[in-house]
């Protein structure tokens, strides 16, 4: 029944552009998800390791992460974002990993989205991803880590061309970081 109420309030948030920033309008959705070939002899194209299907939430990230990581746009970063505000559970896990996995390869689109969105769920998604990335380390070596992110993002925003207030959001962004909220 829970599932049923975050799709409807998904769908009705998205339709009116009120999901995640009130003060934003957002245009219907235009691209379909992509479908199942409805194949019983073909896997699933999203089935877990231990051979459960994701769920909706999770399904529609993956969909979004990929076209995301091909070519940004705007209505689909406010898609994740509206899916970062109302999921929880695995859904959020799986939004938090994909706002890593674009951080990596959409710096610039993802940097800019969220400076023009300061109060996206997806921002604080991403930063709970890179916190509980980090929680494999301990001690030392965590420190160690969290430098050396901060350094491969700062070197990663030059290379890209991000301006300089781009390149200070990141530093923002990193500075939120903190894996001590997952031990």
């Known amino acids: 029944m829970n599932r049923f109420k975050n799709q409807r309030l998904l769908f009705i948030g998205l339709f009116l552009g009120t999901a995640c920033q009130p003060s934003e309008r957002t245009p ?3 691209q ?3 479908r199942h070939s409805g194949n019983t ?7 877990h390791a231990d051979g459960v299907l994701p769920n909706k939430t999770e399904a ?3 969909s979004l992460e990929k076209s995301l990581a091909l070519t940004p746009a705007p209505q689909q970063w ?3 974002d ?3 505000c109302l999921a929880d559970g695995a859904g959020s896990e799986a939004i938090s990993l994909s706002a890593v996995n674009l951080w990596t390869v959409q710096l610039q689109s993802l940097t800019a989205y969220l400076m023009r ?3 996206s769920c997806l921002r604080r998604s991403l930063v709970w991803g890179m916190s509980e990335n980090l929680t494999v380390f301990v001690g030392e070596a965590r420190a160690a880590a969290l430098i050396s992110l901060k350094k491969e993002t700062s070197q990663r925003a030059s290379k890209d061309g991000l301006t300089p207030a781009e390149q200070q959001y990141c530093k923002m962004i990193l500075a939120d970081v903190k894996p001590e909220l997952f031990d």
Not at 41 to 47: E, G, I, K, Q, S
């Open 28 to 30: 219907t959705v235009s």
């Open 32 to 34: 379909p998800l992509a």
């Open 41 to 47: 002899n073909t896997p699933h194209p999203a089935v």
């Open 60 to 62: 529609q990230t993956a």
């Open 78 to 80: 406010k898609m994740l």
């Open 82 to 84: 509206s899916l970062a």
């Open 117 to 119: 969105h300061p109060k």
